[in-house]
């Protein structure tokens, strides 16, 4: 099993600024991904954050808005850049450590944008 | 790519009826299911996993759910619910490099 520890766990953010979300993982993982829930909603995969290579983005986010960073195999970050009301969202990081493994969560990250 | 469809977007029913949540998924390639749970502002706990062997899978809580080649498709199921189990259900896919989730049944056990 893998432990997830995100933080901020939430956030109140002015638009234009942006905020940057770090998810530590208690162990070596694969696959680190960053999905966005709203509310009452599921999750919809951002991008997936592979080490040592750049991020890929699903259809309808950019890197630009969401730079992704994944430096070694236990962390990650997702930045919510020039923010508007409309990114006000939980912001969830998961790890995998394999194909066919299961994907553990962290707690997620609550972002406000007034 | 592979996708997941939840048919049923909300499920209420009676303590210590049956239940079955319904998912079906559609890949390309070999696919790894999954259930998740995520009950009020948590996070998303694994129910169970099938990635091969047997169809039947069994997890946490009671739940389990039965993989089907031919009708693409993951079920899960309850023999009898309680009150605790009201929460948010996502059936997911995995492929080789990413999990996808399907939208998700809000469970709703009423007494």
């Known amino acids: 099993s893998a432990v997830i520890s995100q933080k901020p766990s939430r956030d109140i953010c002015q638009r234009g600024t942006s905020l940057t979300i770090q998810c530590q993982v208690d162990s070596q993982v694969t696959m680190m991904f960053w999905y966005r829930q709203q509310p009452g909603q599921s999750l919809t995969l951002i991008a997936t954050?592979?080490?040592?290579?750049?991020?890929?983005?699903e259809s309808g986010f950019v890197i630009d808005k969401f730079p992704i960073s994944r430096p070694n195999l236990t962390f990650s970050t997702l930045t919510v850049s020039n923010m508007s009301p409309e990114d006000s969202s939980i912001y969830l990081c998961?790890?995998?450590?394999?194909?066919?493994?299961?994907?553990?969560f962290g707690q997620g990250t609550r972002l406000t944008v007034v | 790519a592979q996708s997941v469809t939840q048919l049923d977007s909300q499920v209420p029913v009676f303590e210590e009826a049956p239940v079955e949540l319904r998912c079906n998924y559609s890949s390309s390639v070999s696919v790894y299911l999954f259930w998740y749970v995520q009950y009020p502002n948590q996070g998303l706990q694994l129910l169970l996993k099938y990635l091969s062997g047997s169809t039947l899978v069994k997890g946490i809580n009671g739940f389990e759910a039965e993989f089907n080649k031919s009708q693409t498709s993951f079920h899960l199921r309850k023999p009898s619910v309680h009150i605790s189990d009201t929460a948010e259900y996502f059936c997911?896919?995995?492929?080789?490099?990413?999990?996808?989730f399907g939208a998700g049944t809000r469970l709703t056990v009423k007494p």
């Open positions: 997911a896919v995995s492929g080789l490099n990413d999990m996808r």
């Open positions: 998961s790890a995998g450590k394999g194909t066919g493994t299961e994907a553990f």
């Open positions: 954050a592979n080490q040592g290579s750049e991020a890929t983005y």
